[in-house]
């Protein structure tokens, strides 16, 4: 399954994107609550393999990262443990790329592949020097999903949107990933300017938390990437059918925006 197809069709149909965030190995039962976000409204999921130093992340993250290594999780085991799951949506891997690197270009991107990964963030490679991980990511059917900021001039964000594949991640907030009380201003900003430079599906992350919030920012874009206000409630203990219904919570305020 292709992520950028698979989202553009669900977009043809008017639907608003959701695409929830599990950090791979935080509990035994992490696939269950993959799984569990599928049936909520899911369109597709970010799989984050644990990294000692995710740079771009806030607190909550950070603690869900921290937490899967102590588990002993690794990029190995994340893939195992995807491997045979049949979630039923485009799986999204984020990580950084020291782990990229380490393993090397061409087996990373396989090892992505074989356990059922379609697509990767890396938000620490930048624009200048992904190439390479891009044109071996590609062999391997694997798409590069590229992030652009508030703060991205327009000839460098043409670039990003023509390059990227699966979607264009709009980094809505200049800051780390973290669930906020209000909107930044800049979120609805960059959704507007991205959409002026691609017809690739434009989804915006950092900040995003409630339904309200998430159909507030899809009246722009395309769609959404909610991460930390639901690995929270995993992080404190919360049932995977208690996330699902989370998902399925914004997954109603998303489907507001699309019929209205």
Same mark, same amino acid.
């Given at each position: 399954?292709?992520?950028?197809?698979?989202?553009?069709?669900?977009?043809?149909?008017?639907?608003?994107?959701?695409?929830? +965030?599990?950090?791979?190995?935080?509990?035994?039962?992490?696939?269950?609550?993959?799984?569990?976000?599928?049936?909520?409204?899911?369109?597709?999921?970010?799989?984050?393999?644990?990294?000692?130093?995710?740079?771009?992340?806030?607190?909550?993250?950070?603690?869900?990262?921290?937490?899967?290594?102590?588990?002993?999780?690794?990029? *190995?085991?994340?893939?195992?443990?995807? #491997?045979?799951?049949?979630?039923?949506?485009?799986?999204? *891997?984020?990580? +950084? +790329?020291?782990?990229?690197? #380490?393993?090397?270009?061409?087996?990373?991107?396989?090892?992505?592949?074989?356990?059922?990964?379609?697509?990767?963030?890396?938000?620490?490679?930048?624009?200048?020097?992904?190439?390479?991980?891009?044109?071996?990511?590609?062999?391997?059917?694997?798409?590069?999903?590229?992030?652009?900021?508030?703060?991205?001039?327009?000839?460098?964000?043409?670039?990003?949107?023509?390059?990227?594949?699966?979607?264009? +991640?709009?980094?809505?907030?200049?800051?780390?990933?973290?669930?906020?009380?209000?909107?930044?201003?800049?979120?609805?900003?960059?959704?507007?300017?991205?959409? *002026?430079?691609?017809?690739?599906?434009?989804?915006?992350?950092?900040?995003?938390?409630?339904?309200?919030?998430?159909?507030?920012?899809?009246?722009?874009?395309?769609?959404?990437?909610?991460?930390?206000?639901?690995? #929270?409630?995993?992080?404190?203990?919360?049932?995977?059918?208690?996330?699902?219904?989370?998902?399925?919570?914004?997954?109603?305020?998303?489907?507001?925006?699309?019929?209205?």
């Amino acid at each position: 399954m292709q992520l950028e197809a698979r989202l553009r069709e669900l977009r043809s149909q008017g639907r608003k994107l959701l695409v929830p +965030y599990v950090t791979g190995g935080i509990r035994d039962d992490w696939v269950d609550i993959a799984r569990a976000m599928v049936d909520g409204g899911a369109d597709a999921l970010e799989i984050g393999i644990p990294f000692s130093d995710p740079a771009m992340d806030g607190p909550t993250i950070q603690e869900a990262s921290a937490v899967a290594l102590a588990r002993g999780t690794t990029p *190995a085991s994340v893939f195992a443990d995807l #491997r045979g799951a049949d979630l039923g949506v485009p799986l999204v *891997a984020m990580t +950084y +790329y020291n782990l990229v690197f #380490r393993a090397g270009h061409q087996r990373f991107a396989e090892a992505l592949a074989s356990s059922g990964i379609c697509a990767a963030i890396v938000p620490d490679l930048c624009l200048e020097e992904s190439r390479e991980w891009e044109a071996e990511a590609a062999q391997a059917n694997i798409e590069t999903v590229l992030l652009a900021a508030p703060v991205t001039p327009d000839d460098r964000m043409a670039a990003i949107c023509e390059r990227s594949r699966g979607f264009v +991640y709009g980094v809505g907030l200049m800051g780390v990933t973290g669930a906020r009380p209000e909107l930044a201003a800049s979120t609805a900003e960059l959704a507007t300017r991205l959409k *002026a430079h691609t017809d690739r599906p434009v989804l915006m992350g950092f900040g995003i938390s409630t339904p309200d919030q998430a159909a507030e920012v899809a009246a722009s874009a395309d769609g959404v990437i909610v991460a930390s206000a639901l690995m #929270r409630p995993v992080l404190d203990g919360a049932s995977s059918e208690s996330v699902g219904a989370l998902v399925q919570q914004l997954r109603s305020g998303l489907d507001q925006t699309t019929t209205g």
